[in-house]
């Protein structure tokens, strides 16, 4: 693995901190929070350890590393969750993998193993909240990707998640998601967002039944000293807005289970199709699974 590659975005995090140039966003706010792999739940009227509501599908989303997590958060989970309950309303139970406060270092494959520590973790919260993968779709940026393979390779035994939707994930940890945890294999649907330039990590995948959709960045120079504008994490507003917006394509558009957007305690088991790049019109609907 490069190495090299890795410690730079502590670095420039680094930098941001000290400036302050993108912070206090949506998906990244100052100051720490002491969660080191904890699944949350921001259902409409849920309390964080609740558990779901079986007649609906899930949404779970995760964060990447946090290389300075007694300084900031990422807050993409619990704001990608009330921007899906103000548009969408009581349509999903939507979950959180918090692990902000996890330290990891760039060294000697650290974050593949911490990546697979918290997929572990996951799998096995996922497994205790009831949550069955065929009505399941997970969301993940960055050293995510890694943390929601590892939760479908784990929770293979069920069955298939829904869908996978990844956002930006490094180059470096290509192999890992589609050749050693295999994600097309424990997922109807793989979506594999990424972001040119310098200061975009990922790149388009070229292993079969992943679904490539390039995001242009708005700051691909400026990115590069400051980790919170770079196209890497712009990935993830971006995916955050599409939450946010219907009228914008892909993102959130492309979900199996958009067509639940506004329907209360049913399980809807396709989705609407919106603008993709080089793939099948009309994603797989994902199987039924006996309660």
């Not at 979950?95 to 911490?114: G, H, K, M, Q, Y």
């Not at 590892?150 to 994930?169: E, N, V, Y």
């Not at 972001?195 to 490539?212: A, E, F, K, L, M």
């Not at 712009?234 to 599409?242: K, S």
């Amino acid at each position: 693995m490069d190495n090299a590659r890795l410690i730079l975005p502590g670095i420039f995090l680094g930098l941001t901190f000290l400036s302050g140039c993108g912070l206090n966003t949506a998906v990244l706010q100052k100051g720490g929070i002491d969660r080191h792999g904890v699944l949350l739940n921001y259902s409409c009227g849920a309390r964080p350890c609740d558990p779901i509501d079986p007649c609906k599908p899930t949404i779970v989303i995760t964060h990447g590393w946090n290389p300075l997590p007694n300084k900031i958060h990422t807050t993409f989970g619990c704001a990608g969750a009330e921007s899906l309950k103000c548009r969408c309303g009581d349509s999903y139970n939507i979950l959180s993998w918090d692990w902000n406060a996890v330290r990891v270092s760039p060294f000697n494959d650290e974050p593949l193993r911490i990546g697979h520590c918290q997929g572990r973790m996951l799998a096995a919260a996922l497994r205790a909240r009831g949550v069955i993968p065929g009505r399941t779709q997970i969301i993940a940026h960055s050293l995510g990707t890694v943390v929601a393979a590892q939760a479908a390779c784990c929770m293979s035994d069920c069955g298939p998640f829904a869908q996978l939707t990844l956002l930006d994930p490094p180059t470096n940890f290509h192999e890992e998601l589609f050749c050693n945890l295999a994600a097309c294999r424990h997922a109807c649907v793989v979506e594999n967002y990424w972001s040119p330039g310098i200061s975009g990590y990922g790149d388009q995948v070229s292993y079969q039944g992943v679904r490539n959709y390039q995001v242009d960045g708005d700051h691909p120079i400026v990115g590069i000293v400051d980790l919170s504008l770079s196209n890497h994490v712009g990935v993830m507003r971006w995916y955050y807005d599409t939450m946010c917006c219907p009228t914008m394509s892909c993102g959130f558009q492309n979900s199996v289970f958009l067509g639940c957007c506004g329907c209360e305690h049913s399980f809807c088991s396709g989705g609407i199709s919106a603008e993709k790049t080089s793939v099948p019109s009309e994603p797989p609907i994902p199987p039924e699974i006996e309660l």
